[in-house]
């Protein structure tokens, strides 16, 4: 794309007034205007041509491959045009996930990289797809530019310090008296050793047997099993992007499913990454091992805002077709009335059969402010009301949710994660997994 620059049409201006007032005195030497403007266009055109180099236009945009959401980062743009010397300028489109600190382009420096910062403001897969570059001619007249498709991506991945440092604390909360973990010792069924029996433990516990052979009471060890499959399942439709407190519910799931992925990975279980909403949309298989955190976090950038219902059946068919063994799911959702949820329920109870299933539903602060505030005027008693009884109908779900055997959890938003976590390593102790 070529366009004149303002110095051209300066120069247009600046000889077009001439031209006229000596039209108006020398009528007989009007073409002196002509020649003035046919001079201007040819100068016009040996600017354009001797400009052009877009085959010698390289460009190159790098990014870290990853930010945490509300974190700052450096993109640095790398332009030239071949071996002669050109000042270029430079403009990157983006997505709304990012910010730009000081603008979104400017001119590069001698050195050829312009270095623009951004704020990463909301989570999920951010990318620069476009990248606008001009120079001029050597007369300055016009402005050369081109429109380079680029495809870089970086993570914006949800802020897991936080998470961390709740991990760390309620593990610390399951180690023994004298600050030595219990990575082995539980009441699952794996049977891990002998020792003397104590007041207190259970008589289920003594081997009476083996306390016969020696003569005293032993009481059988445990320990709590491992290999388990853990499944995230989280709802990112509709009603799982509405805000709590300022921040979308699915971004909540996202950060309560990450604190639990972190202590299943350092317990010894497998855990996978499901997402969906009218469709299934990331499918992560599962992974062993701390160091896999990092990329259940990458995986769980890539869930995105819905503004499409939630297809409960298509989803839940899909993933119990994936599942070859009992698992742990852990369904994070919502749901406004029995109506609607219908068709989830129906597919829990055969999802119940085989697999011990979990819901995590956050409470609907805002219903219940509703529900308990006083009423000022009539409005007010009507708001009320609709708000009680939207939570009766809320409440009726989750007890056909624990009839049909399914565990749910409704928790503060803030205590999301956990209280997730907390149920976890009790569903773990007691042997349900």
């Not at 990463?120 to 081109?146: C, E, K, M, T, Y």
């Not at 399951?174 to 973990?181: F, M, T, W």
């Amino acid at each position: 794309m070529i366009y004149p620059s303002g110095r051209a049409v300066w120069a247009a201006a600046a000889g077009a007034i001439p031209a006229f007032l000596i039209a108006l005195a020398l009528p007989h030497v009007w073409y002196l205007g002509l020649l003035w403007i046919c001079a201007l266009l040819a100068f016009l055109a040996v600017d354009a041509a001797a400009g052009r180099g877009r085959a010698s236009l390289n460009a190159t945009l790098t990014a870290p491959p990853q930010v945490g959401v509300g974190g700052r980062f450096t993109l640095h743009i790398a332009a030239g045009l071949g071996a002669r010397p050109h000042r270029l300028q430079a403009r990157v489109g983006h997505d709304l996930r990012l910010a730009p600190v000081n603008g979104t382009g400017g001119a590069l420096p001698a050195n050829g990289t312009l270095d623009l910062e951004f704020d990463a403001v909301r989570r999920g897969i951010a990318s620069f797809d476009r990248l606008w570059l001009r120079w001029q001619g050597p007369f300055g007249l016009v402005w050369n530019q081109v429109v380079l498709p680029m495809d870089r991506k970086v993570a914006v991945l949800p802020d897991v310090s936080r998470a961390r440092d709740e991990a760390i604390t309620l593990l610390q909360r399951s180690a023994l008296a004298d600050g030595h973990a219990q990575k082995r010792a539980g009441q699952g069924r794996e049977f891990e050793a002998l020792k003397d029996y104590q007041p207190g433990m259970g008589r289920r516990m003594i081997d009476w047997k083996r306390s016969a052979r020696h003569g005293k009471l032993l009481a059988r060890e445990f320990r709590i099993e491992e290999n388990n499959n853990i499944v995230l399942a989280i709802d990112s439709g509709r009603l799982m992007c509405e805000p709590v407190d300022g921040v979308p519910k699915v971004d909540r799931a996202v950060t309560a499913a990450l604190l639990s992925a972190f202590i299943a990975l350092k317990g010894g279980d497998l855990v996978s990454l499901f997402s969906f909403d009218a469709r299934p949309r990331v499918s992560s298989g599962a992974v062993r091992g701390s160091p896999s955190f990092s990329m259940i976090q990458k995986r769980a950038a890539e869930i995105d805002y819905s503004t499409e219902e939630t297809n409960f059946t298509l989803a839940l068919t899909t993933l119990a077709a994936k599942l070859d063994r009992r698992s742990l799911v852990i369904v994070f959702t919502d749901f406004v009335d029995p109506i609607s949820a219908e068709l989830m329920l129906r597919t829990v109870g055969r999802l119940t059969e085989r697999h011990l299933v979990l819901f995590m539903l956050m409470k609907d602060v805002e219903l219940e402010t509703l529900a308990d505030m006083a009423p000022a005027a009539p409005e007010d008693v009507a708001r009320a009301v609709t708000a009680g009884d939207l939570l009766r109908q809320r409440q009726v779900v989750i007890g056909r949710l624990r009839l049909l055997g399914a565990h749910v959890i409704e928790a503060d938003h803030q205590r999301l994660g956990p209280a997730l976590v907390e149920r976890y390593i009790q569903l773990k102790e007691e042997n349900l997994l």
